[in-house]
């Protein structure tokens, strides 16, 4: 089966430590994307990928990193630095040349404290 | 900013009603336009895709008005089923893979 995967589904760290999201997918799908959201918000973008090795800053881009290394992975880390780190984060993917329909993963539910 | 406005609802409508939302955006760049269908605690799903004027996909209508820019979402013969947050999507324009989201309109259907 062909998807989105996203683990784990719950995540709980203590302030001031980094955590890894990870995000695979298996659809051939070049462009990558990281959301975050939160109770009666729309998703906002955090950071994009339309290429291995190349990714773009979304609209909230402080506080987290991300990296390309395989076309079937974008991993997210949220740092230390993220002030309200506490969300339902989402991966989505879409193919590159197209109509830009993104597919979304099941997300992880981050909580900090 | 770009931005997509929806009314939030709660929309409770009962089995067998026919329901619309409606959803503006202020890109008028945008070519592309999405709902998505959001369960609680859930990922969104893609619900349908709007290029042209509008789409049909069985119970489900979506029109777009350029001149006025606004979607609406229409559901015929509601099912308990279609109880969710519905998100209106649009793309940022030519030369962008970047789509800007709505907050959602959440429908319960009452039996």
């Known amino acids: 089966d062909g998807g989105i995967t996203q683990s784990p589904k719950y995540l709980f760290r203590k302030e001031g430590q980094n955590v890894t999201l990870s995000c695979e997918q298996n659809l051939n799908h070049d462009a990558m994307y990281w959301y975050r959201q939160d109770p009666g918000q729309g998703l906002r973008l955090i950071y994009y990928s339309q290429i291995v090795n190349d990714f773009q800053k979304g609209d909230i881009a402080e506080g987290y990193s991300v990296s390309r290394e395989k076309k079937e992975s974008f991993p997210l880390t949220v740092t230390s630095a993220q002030k309200n780190p506490t969300a339902f984060y989402l991966c989505a993917s879409s193919i590159r040349q197209s109509n830009y329909e993104q597919y979304f993963g099941p997300g992880t539910r981050l909580t900090v404290t | 900013r770009k931005e997509v406005e929806q009314d939030p609802g709660p929309f409770n409508v009962p089995e067998g009603a026919t329901v619309a939302f409606n959803c503006t955006y202020s890109?008028?760049?945008?070519?592309?336009f999405f709902w998505y269908r959001q369960d609680c605690r859930k990922e969104p799903k893609l619900l349908m895709s709007v290029y042209s004027s509008g789409n049909e996909d069985g119970r489900f209508t979506a029109q777009l008005n350029r001149a006025s820019q606004y979607i609406s979402l229409l559901i015929r013969d509601s099912k308990l089923s279609d109880s969710a947050t519905y998100l209106c999507?649009?793309?940022?324009?030519?030369?962008?893979?970047?789509?800007?989201f709505g907050k959602g309109t959440k429908l319960s259907v009452i039996p």
């Open positions: 999507v649009a793309h940022s324009g030519a030369g962008s893979y970047q789509l800007t």
């Open positions: 890109n008028s760049a945008s070519q592309s």
